[in-house]
């Protein structure tokens, strides 16, 4: 919209409301570890993530998922809030030792029927129930068998997802199988800063071949079984990487990067073939030949989405000296994640940070959504997270006010919107997260919730956000401003 002009100077352009698209799905996301507790409840047996938090000096504070948010319980409670705010679906994940207690074998009533009651009541709010397979909680036994660098645990996998299907895929329509599996390989086996804690490049690289793999047989499985109609898709972090300078060395750590990142996931998945650079890069660690005849063609399945969790850019160099990796925003270790990119440094992005200490940029989230249109034209697209943590609390009025968040929240619902209106099919939108939560190796200290949850009574406030949000989600427009006017 024009705006007026003063003696013939043109005034800036007044900010405007933008509306999303009719049918744009409004959510918010959480994942069975981080918020359900009752970990020994109802036949549920140790995952790995209950094992690593039993490791000293593992997890800040000590901090385990045992009682968690202890939303087994509240179960009710969180929908009930979620139908207060308004939003359309809940992207939430089914913890595998609960359905499949030994990772093998037949299903667990008690567990299949906790997840049956969760759909039902969001399903009787009209809330659409999105469900992630695996977000990390891999049953202890099946890591004692040698875990995710085992092929035995993608056909483990793909045989929980069938029962998962038999016994939800009359409620649940909308599927997911992994939630970033780059996590699971390359912080659970290459730095062991997540669950198993191993460090191992060797195993990283099987496990993301193997969590490919699960990801094609699971897909095979769950088309099997549920109604044409459901969607199945996949969730990746992808990272959108950008080199320091326009350097060749700094754009060839760009590259490495972005191949153990995000293509080696993309290629099998959206391609149908291993990057063949990825590949070089790592023919010194090992010659992939755990990648058997006809794998590939598994992994690239037909997908009805691709789900895109970004936070964050990743900003890098290239060094002469070993890999540093400390700054990589994915926790400290000795061992890098980054298998086959030796010789990269990371830099923070200028500006403001969250209490992550990630890089608040939106027009990294814009510009990936852009790449991945121009990559894969074809694929429709889902923001399955996005969301900040900040250092929450209550005050005195018993409200929590987080501006910081909202102005987050603003800024990459911006940058969603400016890559709609450049034609990319963003589909949806799921904030990270309902509630505060367990956040992996910092346990209880940093919240990402819209919802503040005070851990010793359980009790929940919705924040500024949350409020921020449901008039978001319930109008489907953005405001012009993150400010308060809105
Ligand atoms: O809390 C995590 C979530 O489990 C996976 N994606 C990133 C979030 C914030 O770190």
Redesign the pocket.
Same mark, same amino acid.
């Given at each position: 919209m024009a705006t007026a002009s003063h003696q013939g100077v043109p005034a800036p352009a007044t900010p405007a409301a933008r509306d999303f698209p009719s049918g744009f799905l409004w959510g918010t996301a959480t994942?069975s570890y981080?918020i359900e507790g009752a970990a020994a409840l109802d036949g549920r047996t140790p995952s790995i993530w209950d094992t690593y938090c039993r490791t000293p000096g593992k997890v800040r504070n000590g901090d385990t998922g045992d009682t968690a948010t202890d939303h087994y319980h509240r179960w009710r409670e969180d929908v009930a809030l979620m139908a207060d705010l308004g939003v359309g679906a809940y992207r939430f994940s089914l913890a595998w030792p609960r359905i499949q207690p030994t990772g093998s074998g037949p299903a667990n009533r008690k567990g299949l029927d906790f997840y049956a009651r969760l759909t039902d009541e969001l399903l009787e709010k009209g809330i659409q129930p999105v469900a992630t397979l695996y977000? !990390?909680d891999l049953p202890q036994e099946l890591e004692d068998a040698g875990g995710w660098p085992e092929r035995a645990t993608a056909e483990r996998f793909a045989e929980y997802a069938a029962l998962a299907a038999e016994a939800l895929g009359d409620r649940v329509k909308t599927w997911t199988t992994l939630?970033?599996p780059w996590?699971s390989a390359f912080l659970g086996y290459g730095s062991g800063v997540h669950a198993p804690g191993r460090t191992d490049d060797v195993s990283a690289l099987r496990a993301a071949h193997h969590l490919n793999l699960g990801h094609g047989l699971a897909v095979q499985a769950l088309r099997d079984r549920l109604p044409s109609t459901a969607a199945v898709s996949v969730t990746l972090?992808l990272h959108h990487v950008r080199p320091l300078t326009d350097s060749p060395e700094d754009v060839d750590a760009a590259r490495r990067i972005d191949g153990v990142a995000n293509r080696v996931f993309t290629g099998p998945m959206l391609r149908g073939a291993y990057p063949a650079d990825v590949l070089e890069d790592t023919a010194h660690l090992t010659d992939w030949s755990f990648v058997h005849d006809g794998d590939v063609a598994t992994i690239h399945q037909p997908l009805d989405f691709l789900g895109v969790?970004y936070?964050s850019p990743t900003l890098v160099s290239a060094t002469d000296g070993t890999a540093s990796h400390g700054s990589d925003g994915h926790g400290a270790s000795e061992h890098s994640p980054w298998t086959g990119a030796d010789k990269v440094a990371f830099h923070l992005t200028p500006g403001t940070t969250t209490a992550?200490g990630w890089a608040v940029d939106p027009s990294g989230l814009r510009d990936l959504l852009l790449r991945l249109k121009s990559d894969f034209p074809e694929i429709p697209l889902m923001i399955t997270?996005n969301g900040a943590a900040f250092d929450d609390y209550v005050n005195p009025e018993g409200e929590v006010n987080d501006p910081d968040r909202i102005a987050y929240l603003h800024g990459h619902l911006s940058a969603v919107h400016e890559a709609i209106e450049a034609g990319v099919d963003v589909r949806g939108y799921f904030l !990270?997260?309902l509630l505060d939560?367990f956040?992996?190796g910092y346990g209880y200290s940093k919240r990402?919730g819209a919802v503040y949850v005070d851990y010793p009574t359980g009790k929940r406030i919705p924040k500024a956000s949350a409020h921020w949000y449901s008039r978001v989600a319930r109008t489907s427009t953005l405001p012009a401003t993150a400010g308060p006017q809105h």
């Open positions: 994942a981080q977000h !990390w939630n970033e996590c972090n969790n936070y992550m997270e !990270w997260s939560n956040e992996w990402f």
